[in-house]
């Protein structure tokens, strides 16, 4: 049995009640066979039984009171998985499904997307069960500024630096980073990202995973001789990264013919008019299914997984975890789709993921694709230290320069080990070798 197989094995034992991230494991381990195989001095430092384990978790309870008055206890996390290059560094995510296993999942990915950007940044992620939706200003405020009381002692600009996810957008980073600072006493603002403009936030960090999205796919169809000006495209999701992924998606030529959140989707084969779905889903936090008052010629159906069966050319899943599983692959691929771009993290299911591969279509794996949002909250980081603001056209142009040396790294890792153009192991290597490379540096 190899070195791979008996961690995968072992993990396996340890944890069968952590589903996503077993799956998140299953993806990962595999691919860095050939790596392990050039290297059996990391099979001797236990390189990757601890590579597969967070150097540390805090679990906390959040409590909090609602505008009646009455008293609601939360449950809150912070994985701090690997900071061998760098602080720790991933979302925050605020869903009712959050659990450990999904943070582990999230958490073991953010070490190798953040290690593809170059920048020195460590993995780490965390959030809570805590459900958002249908919540007041107020209710959301001091369910952040309880969340920060429990976590603030963890973190640190130099520490753990946390940013947004599902359900933390820039009102809920200001209500953390106004109670560290309230707590601590200090002006950091390197200790969260996202950050608003006036207190410290980085231009363009709103737009950074969607527009990176883009970057990265767009450099993956040039170098295999396609163009995305013309292409029909499906975005599943309508928050930040689905947003302003159909943003540079329009900006480049594509026609973006449907978009959909946690209810239903919508088809408007005339194009998407995105300001329609912006004013909907962040001015007014209300349901994508109010497009047709704007748009009545538009469709709107109910459930999220039939907005795989409309014919595109690309594919954005931009929404959650397992959203695209097999039998949506092969509808896709029924409809001759050309490429898909992962916006979320670990959207397509293994089987499906393999599909897209066996059957010639283009695929651009999560952690290399959407690490344009991480990365820029790297560049937001640099700017706090400078204490500096750089220009839009400065952040874009950084941002755009290392989605495309993402891709290249990630392309030729692959090749490097005679995996072809396979940018799912090529991502998994070139992120590990950073890590596994620094982990061996430091010593136990
Ligand atoms: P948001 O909370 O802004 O948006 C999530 C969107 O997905 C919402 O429109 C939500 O609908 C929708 N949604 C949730 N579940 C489903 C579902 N099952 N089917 C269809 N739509 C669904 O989150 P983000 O845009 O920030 O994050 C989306 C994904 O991208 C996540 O996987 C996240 O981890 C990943 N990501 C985010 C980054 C960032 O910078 N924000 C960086 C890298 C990755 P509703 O409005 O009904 O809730």
């Known amino acids: 049995m190899s070195y791979v197989t008996q961690v995968l094995e072992q993990l396996k034992q340890t944890y069968r009640n952590e589903p996503e991230f077993l799956q998140a494991a299953e993806e990962i381990l595999p691919s860095l066979e050939p790596v392990l195989a050039a290297h059996p001095e990391y099979q001797k430092a236990?390189?990757?039984?601890?590579?597969?384990?967070?150097?540390?978790?805090?679990?906390?309870a959040v409590p909090w009171m609602d505008d009646?008055?009455?008293?609601?206890?939360?449950?809150?996390?912070?994985?701090?998985?690997?900071?061998?290059?760098?602080?720790?560094?991933?979302?925050?995510?605020?869903?009712?499904?959050?659990?450990?296993?999904?943070?582990?999942?999230?958490?073991?990915?953010?070490?190798?997307?953040?290690?593809?950007?170059?920048l020195p940044i460590g993995g780490g992620k965390g959030g809570?069960?805590?459900?958002?939706?249908?919540?007041?200003?107020?209710?959301?405020?001091?369910?952040?500024?309880?969340?920060?009381?429990?976590?603030?002692?963890?973190?640190?600009?130099?520490?753990?630096?946390?940013?947004?996810?599902?359900?933390?957008?820039?009102?809920?980073?200001?209500?953390?980073?106004?109670?560290?600072?309230?707590?601590?006493?200090?002006v950091t603002p390197g200790v969260i990202t996202g950050k608003g403009?006036?207190?410290?936030?980085?231009?363009?960090?709103?737009e950074a995973t969607g527009y990176g999205l883009l970057f990265f796919v767009d450099e993956m169809m040039r170098d295999n001789g396609k163009s995305l000006d013309g292409m029909r495209a499906v975005i599943s999701g309508s928050g930040n990264v689905a947003i302003y992924a159909a943003e540079k998606a329009q900006e480049l030529g594509v026609k973006v013919v449907a978009m959909s959140d946690s209810n239903g989707y919508i088809v408007d084969e005339d194009g998407v008019d995105l300001s329609v779905v912006k004013e909907i889903?962040?001015?007014?936090?209300?349901?994508?299914?109010?497009?047709?008052?704007?748009?009545?010629?538009?469709?709107?159906?109910e459930g999220c997984k039939g907005i795989w069966t409309v014919p595109c050319d690309l594919a954005l899943p931009c929404a959650t975890q397992n959203e695209l599983d097999l039998s949506s692959a092969f509808a896709l691929i029924a409809h001759g789709v050309v490429a898909i771009g992962e916006g979320a993290n670990m959207p397509c299911t293994l089987d499906a993921q393999k599909?897209?591969?066996?059957?010639?279509?283009?695929f651009a794996p999560a952690k290399a694709a959407n690490a344009g949002g991480v990365a820029t909250s790297a560049l937001e980081m640099a700017q706090n230290s400078a204490r500096l603001s750089w220009s839009k056209e400065q952040v874009f142009g950084q941002l755009q320069s290392i989605m495309r040396s993402i891709y290249r790294n990630a392309l030729a890792a692959a090749r490097r080990y005679g995996l072809g153009d396979n940018l799912i192991d090529g991502a998994n290597i070139a992120g590990f070798e950073r890590v596994a490379e620094a982990m061996y540096a430091l010593g136990l």
């Not at 390189?47 to 906390?60: A, C, H, T, W």
């Not at 599909?355 to 283009?362: K, N, P, Q, T, W």
Request: glycine share 12%; with cysteine; charged share 25%.
């Open 46 to 60: 236990a390189l990757l039984e601890r590579f597969v384990e967070p150097e540390r978790v805090v679990s906390f």
């Open 68 to 118: 009646k008055g009455e008293y609601h206890v939360n449950r809150g996390w912070r994985v701090q998985f690997n900071s061998a290059i760098g602080p720790y560094k991933g979302g925050l995510r605020f869903h009712p499904s959050v659990n450990l296993s999904i943070l582990k999942f999230l958490g073991l990915e953010q070490i190798l997307k953040n290690s593809l950007t170059s």
């Open 128 to 186: 809570s069960d805590f459900d958002p939706k249908g919540k007041s200003d107020g209710e959301i405020m001091r369910f952040c500024q309880s969340f920060m009381t429990c976590l603030y002692r963890s973190i640190g600009a130099d520490v753990d630096v946390p940013a947004g996810d599902i359900g933390v957008g820039g009102r809920e980073i200001g209500y953390l980073y106004g109670q560290y600072k309230r707590l601590t006493g200090t």
């Open 197 to 206: 403009i006036s207190y410290g936030g980085s231009l363009g960090r709103t």
């Open 281 to 301: 889903k962040l001015a007014r936090r209300a349901r994508i299914k109010e497009y047709l008052q704007s748009v009545p010629s538009a469709r709107y159906f």
């Open 355 to 362: 599909a897209f591969v066996e059957h010639g279509v283009l």
